[in-house]
């Protein structure tokens, strides 16, 4: 759903790079709470351990992404990412994740116009984060305090997330659109071949949050509070029991094992199960090719990048070019999302030691 540049006109693709400069610095703010969240639920104090974390989400959604699956005769659909990130890391973070992969994506891929970033950022990352998210908060608030529920509600949430994209695309397009066509016609075209996209986003959100809950509860940003305190009968009362705290092992504690798993799953994909994606055009281009709106669409400013459509130039073997091309983009993407997360976590640590107060002396 990456929307070119050329799709959208220059004022209102400016308007919405200003709202997506405006969420990423509110994002930025809320990611440190929720960083330090992650921290002492479990994946140990510290950037050095939350800050990777939130990095592989990032470099799981850009693999993922690469991993085009059909939906219709001659439409495919991949994973847009928001739900999956906000129910993982939160809702703030979840946005920096989706934004970061954007952004590498345009620059390095040609995946996206530059001029339409603002555009894809708030489509697929601010929108589907936010609609997600409500949706799954509303969901768990009112379902059986379970993992099946979580997975559940993360289920639905990414399967309504998909289609809210093609809403506020649509939007958008109706404001600021290039060409004279049917909003009305571009409106059920884009919603009814993304509530289709939204199936797979489904089931590939509630799988991988199942999966993660499965071994590291603790980790899941959206499973806070899922474990119920034991209750005791006493003078015919229920009332809670007291916690009893067990040391934990460092190494039982430690987010290693599941950060090298997802980071080779995510290599996997992207270099090896990615060349049986499927060729066909997603959603956004199928509707913009029946439409007549691809003929508005600009060249690329980096067409001519070294990875641009996701293949190392000069590698004349599709399997091995696409591959190569894959495994780059998940190890840009990780290191780049892991500095931006180490980042915001330092800069809190460094704005609370400002704010702390001065040891004060006392004389005998």
Not at 8 to 36: C, H, K
Not at 56 to 80: D, K, R
Not at 85 to 105: E, F, H, N
Not at 171 to 188: E, F, P, Q
Request: charged letters at 15%.
């Amino acid at each position: 759903m990456h929307a070119p540049d050329g799709f959208i006109d220059v004022p209102v693709s400016a308007a919405a790079g200003l709202l997506a400069a405006g969420a990423i610095a509110v994002s930025l703010r809320g990611a440190r709470r929720e960083l330090d969240d992650t921290a002492r639920r479990g994946a140990g104090a510290g950037a050095e351990r939350t800050a990777p974390l939130a990095g592989l989400v990032a470099a799981f959604i850009f693999a993922v992404q690469m991993l085009n699956f059909p939906v219709a005769a001659g439409t495919s659909g991949h994973l847009l990412g928001g739900a999956l990130a906000a129910i993982l890391v939160g809702p703030y973070t979840g946005v920096l994740c989706v934004s970061v992969v954007l952004m590498l994506q345009a620059v390095l891929f040609a995946d996206g116009g530059l001029t339409a970033l603002g555009v894809n950022i708030t489509t697929m990352a601010i929108t589907t984060t936010v609609v997600a998210y409500a949706l799954f908060r509303g969901l768990v608030k009112v379902l059986p305090r379970s993992r099946r529920s979580v997975t559940a509600a993360s289920f639905v949430a990414a399967l309504v997330s998909v289609p809210a994209s093609a809403v506020v695309f649509t939007l958008l397009y109706a404001v600021g659109g290039t060409t004279d066509v049917s909003i009305g016609k571009v409106a059920t075209a884009m919603v009814g071949v993304h509530v289709l996209i939204g199936l797979g986003e489904a089931a590939i959100t509630a799988l991988t949050v199942g999966a993660v809950i499965a071994v590291r509860p603790d980790l899941v940003h959206g499973a806070r509070g899922l474990r119920q305190r034991l209750k005791l009968r006493v003078n015919g009362e229920l009332v809670d029991a007291p916690e009893t705290v067990e040391p934990v092992p460092a190494a039982a504690r430690s987010p290693r094992k599941v950060w090298i798993a997802g980071l080779v799953t995510s290599l996997v994909l992207a270099g090896f199960v990615s060349f049986y994606a499927s060729a066909d055009p997603d959603g956004l281009e199928k509707v913009a090719a029946d439409h007549g709106i691809d003929q508005q669409a600009e060249e690329h400013a980096v067409a001519d990048s070294p990875l641009a459509d996701y293949g190392v130039k000069d590698v004349d073997d599709a399997r091995l070019s696409g591959g190569l091309a894959g495994v780059i983009g998940v190890g840009v993407t990780v290191v780049a999302g892991t500095g931006v997360f180490w980042a915001v976590r330092r800069r809190r640590t460094t704005d609370e030691q400002a704010e702390a107060p001065s040891p004060v002396g006392t004389s005998v």
